[in-house]
Nanobody, 120 residues
């Protein structure tokens, strides 16, 4: 699976962004998809995931603010980010896994990342 993330940018505190991740190659609908982020000097961390069936799970730090969704017909997964905070500043990555997991090392395919900067 090849993944291409887009939609990052500069936004003020309280603003919104929607990230997209377009997939190509293997059958997209067979994979569970995750969003991760990595801030400068920090480890990559789980943000949210969506199963092939549509079930979702999000990290506590983003629950109620971020929503993950997917359109299997378009081979695309989305991350809608609302009420953004400066601490959400990071490079955001989408990833694909055949397992339902939040572990970085259990995702097999990764996009290139898109930078989100939230100004205070």
């Amino acid at each position: 699976v090849q993944l291409q993330a887009s939609g990052g940018g500069l936004v003020q505190t309280g603003g919104s962004l929607r990230l997209s991740c377009a997939a190509s190659g293997r059958t997209f609908s067979n994979y569970d998809m995750g969003w991760f982020r990595q801030a400068p000097g920090k480890e990559r961390e789980f943000v949210a995931a969506i199963r092939w069936s549509g079930a979702t799970y999000a990290a506590e730090s983003v629950k109620g603010r971020f929503t993950v969704s997917r359109d299997n017909a378009k081979n695309t997964v989305y991350l809608q980010m609302n009420s953004l905070k400066p601490e959400d500043t990071a490079v955001y990555y989408c990833a694909a896994s055949r397992r339902w997991t939040t572990r970085v090392d259990e995702y097999n395919y990764w996009g290139q990342g898109t930078l989100v900067t939230v100004s205070s």
